[in-house]
């Protein structure tokens, strides 16, 4: 058992704990999420698009390590799942309630159907970062982009 005596200053007043009170104490916990996607305005087959997305420690420590995300295509919103455009790993050291932005630069290939894409990204942690909460590891757009072809040259 451990007993902690403990005082807080409200505007100069004192007021201690009453004998018998628990004070719970959490564990130290990192949780790395995905958030603020970046979308660019459209996507062309063979032409350079960014992708930003702000990763932010929601825990209670610093979480440093290196980590892994993709850049998805999703065909319908909602989707966790798609077609890879990009993968990456990082190194991270973030403290509590902290962020840090990323941006990506990809080309779309011919291989995507001309079609609309629900851009998102998904995030893969490394077991030394010890994140517990694995359900908000990927984030998608939840408005559709056009992947078209570039318009032909005329001569």
Do not use: C, E, W
């Amino acid at each position: 058992d451990y007993f902690i005596a403990a005082s807080v200053n409200i505007g100069g007043l004192l007021a201690g704990l009453p004998v018998g009170s628990s004070v719970k104490i959490a564990k130290p916990v990192v949780d790395l999420a995905p958030s603020m996607i970046v979308l660019p305005p459209s996507l062309t087959v063979g032409k350079n698009a960014k992708f930003s997305f702000t990763v932010t420690n929601s825990g209670n420590v610093p979480g440093s390590g290196t980590f892994a995300f993709d850049v998805i295509a999703a065909t319908s919103p909602g989707v966790t799942t798609g077609t890879v455009l990009k993968h990456m790993v990082s190194r991270i050291n973030l403290k509590p309630r902290k962020g840090q932005k990323y941006t990506l630069v990809f080309k779309p290939t011919t291989a995507l159907a001309l079609t609309q894409y629900y851009l998102g990204t998904a995030l893969t942690v490394t077991t030394k970062i010890a994140d517990t909460n694995v359900a908000d590891k990927s984030i998608f757009s939840t408005v559709p982009i056009l992947l078209h072809t570039a318009p032909a040259h005329r001569h």
